[in-house]
């Protein structure tokens, strides 16, 4: 089993998770013998926060109560309010379940909290550009690894723009390996290109009982 972290905190971007938390959660195009996915949304407290979009969101857990090990993954999404230092002991966290061999999965500020801690300075890596993490994180040394894409996956690490949050999904959802690979990538290719025949080629990617 997996299990899936996603950090909540004030101003959260909804639409840089939807695709990622939807599918896990629903688990409606996952393989016949799927991983079991455990998907709960932590916090520094267990306090209430609102979101970009107005939405209030009572975390499950607290950073404390997760569990490290190579099978958990955290999600951590854009918001306008990383620089509160209460954030810090996620980003500490963050650096453990790197090194345990967990996976960490960053998209638009998350990926610059992550670069302001030095997380990012030996690491292939994008967010929402280069001169972006320049200018809001000072001690950025990671020039020589920022790929200018949507999202980059490395290894254990997977970050992504604002604008990157589809591909962002399709990579934590091949990490996870619950779609099959003809399911992903007909998936991928339905929702970036809405085209009906996408989503017939995707139905016909799923296995008996899920059509």
Same mark, same amino acid.
């Given at each position: 089993?997996?299990?899936?972290?996603v950090y909540?905190?004030?101003? &959260?971007?909804?639409?840089?998770?939807?695709?990622?938390?939807a599918? &896990?959660? !629903?688990?409606?195009? *996952?393989?016949?013998?799927?991983? %079991?996915? =455990?998907?709960?949304?932590? =916090?520094?407290?267990?306090?209430?926060?609102?979101?970009?979009?107005?939405?209030?969101?009572?975390?499950?857990?607290?950073?404390?109560?997760?569990?490290? !090990?190579?099978t !958990?993954?955290?999600?951590l999404?854009g918001?306008?309010?990383?620089?509160?230092?209460?954030?810090?002991?996620?980003?500490?966290?963050?650096?453990?379940?790197? =090194?345990?061999?967990?996976?960490?999965c960053?998209? %638009?500020?998350?990926?610059?909290?992550?670069?302001?801690?030095?997380?990012?300075?030996g690491?292939?890596?994008?967010?929402?550009?280069?001169?972006? &993490?320049?200018?809001? %994180?000072?001690?950025?040394k990671?020039?020589?690894?920022?790929?200018?894409?949507? !999202?980059?996956?490395d290894?254990?690490?997977?970050?992504?723009? %604002?604008t990157?949050g589809?591909?962002?999904?399709?990579?934590?959802?091949?990490r996870?390996g619950? *779609?099959?690979s003809?399911t992903?990538?007909?998936?991928?290719?339905?929702? =970036?290109s809405?085209k009906?025949?996408?989503?017939?080629?995707?139905?016909?990617? &799923?296995?008996s009982?899920?059509?």
């Amino acid at each position: 089993m997996y299990n899936v972290y996603v950090y909540v905190l004030d101003t &959260l971007a909804d639409w840089e998770l939807g695709h990622v938390t939807a599918e &896990l959660n !629903s688990g409606r195009f *996952f393989k016949n013998g799927a991983p %079991c996915i =455990s998907l709960k949304t932590v =916090s520094y407290s267990k306090e209430p926060i609102h979101t970009m979009g107005g939405m209030t969101v009572t975390p499950d857990c607290v950073i404390d109560d997760m569990v490290m !090990s190579e099978t !958990s993954m955290l999600l951590l999404p854009g918001a306008d309010t990383w620089n509160d230092p209460r954030h810090g002991a996620i980003i500490k966290k963050a650096d453990e379940l790197l =090194s345990v061999g967990a996976a960490v999965c960053a998209i %638009c500020g998350a990926a610059a909290a992550l670069a302001g801690f030095g997380l990012l300075d030996g690491r292939p890596h994008t967010s929402n550009g280069a001169g972006f &993490l320049e200018m809001v %994180c000072p001690n950025y040394k990671g020039q020589d690894f920022y790929i200018d894409k949507p !999202s980059v996956a490395d290894n254990n690490l997977i970050t992504a723009g %604002c604008t990157g949050g589809l591909l962002w999904a399709k990579q934590i959802l091949e990490r996870l390996g619950v *779609f099959g690979s003809d399911t992903l990538e007909a998936w991928y290719d339905y929702f =970036s290109s809405g085209k009906l025949e996408s989503f017939f080629a995707l139905m016909q990617t &799923l296995p008996s009982g899920k059509e």
